[in-house]
């Protein structure tokens, strides 16, 4: 069990399976808002699914309409259970506080993989492995 401390964005608890992306994500245009599921071509994520997943990637990128596709997917069911960062960006920032989605950032990403048990609580992260 590894314990990483950052800076709780959203404060909240939540227990999920990593789902892990190098590169930066957008909500608006790379993720369908109807499905959950990666659309940008050639994302190392493309055709995956965010739905019910602890959402770990370094930050967002795009336009100031992710936050509010964020809330949409929230809405829909579709939307990550946590969020972890890197540097998390005001976009992300925004989507998560609307959407109720805990989110921490300063966090080493490198040290989750996908597939990872992991827990955020508030402004920590238990990666179980």
Known sequence: MVKLCGRAIKKGRVEGTALVSKSPLSFFGCIDPDTGIVKEKGHELEGKSIKDKILVFPHGKGSTVGSYTLYRMKK????????????????????AIISEIPCVDKIDISKIRTGDKVIIDNEKVIIKG
């Open 76 to 95: 829909t069911g579709v939307a990550p259970k946590g969020i972890i960062n890197q540097e998390c960006e005001p976009i992300v920032a925004v989507g």
